[in-house]
């Protein structure tokens, strides 16, 4: 019993390992692509960035996968290796941290966007009714949808 335990152990700390590098390679993938496009929703951004890791500011600990910046606009994106409702629901607060975090962009219009491989119409869907650009790879590119897009 000790033997497939310390096995069974063994294969979740792979599979964790397994999991937390897909992640890293689709956030990888789509700030990339986003860092060579740099135009979303008509508007140039001139910086963007990633944390890899979550910051305390102000007292609320936050991580953004991808931050957009420029002198009018910000645009924080959630990356998802398969995106799922859960995802789509935990955004919108993203705003409000950011709002907190960031008192130096308050003036700035925010816009919420999720980048993954993998998209159902459900969760798609759920984007377009909360306004939240949905951006996705399609082939050797993205695309991005945004036409719901509300500014938070």
């Known amino acids: 019993m000790r033997k497939l335990s310390a096995s069974i152990k063994q294969v979740n700390q792979q599979m964790g390992g397994m999991a937390n590098s897909n992640g890293d390679m689709v956030q990888d993938y ?10 979303l929703f008509g508007q140039e951004f001139d910086e963007i960035k990633t944390e ?8 609320v600990e936050v ?10 606009s910000v645009c924080i994106v959630e990356v998802k290796y398969k995106a799922d409702t859960n995802d789509v629901r935990r955004i919108p607060s993203m705003s409000e ?3 907190q975090n960031y008192p130096e962009h308050a003036d ?10 993998s998209f159902d119409d459900y ?16 082939g050797d590119t993205i695309e991005i ?6 500014v938070f």
């Not at 991580?63 to 009018?72: A, E, F, P, S």
């Open 52 to 59: 890899k890791r979550k910051i305390k500011k102000t007292g």
């Open 97 to 99: 941290k950011f709002r």
């Open 30 to 39: 789509f700030y990339n692509a986003l860092y060579h496009r740099k135009t």
């Open 123 to 138: 969760v798609e869907n759920e984007c377009k009714n909360l306004g939240i650009a949905i951006i996705k790879q399609v």
């Open 63 to 72: 991580q953004y996968d991808v931050l957009l910046v420029n002198g009018k």
């Open 108 to 117: 700035k219009k925010l816009y919420l966007a999720l980048a993954s491989m």
């Open 145 to 150: 949808y945004d036409e719901h897009l509300k």
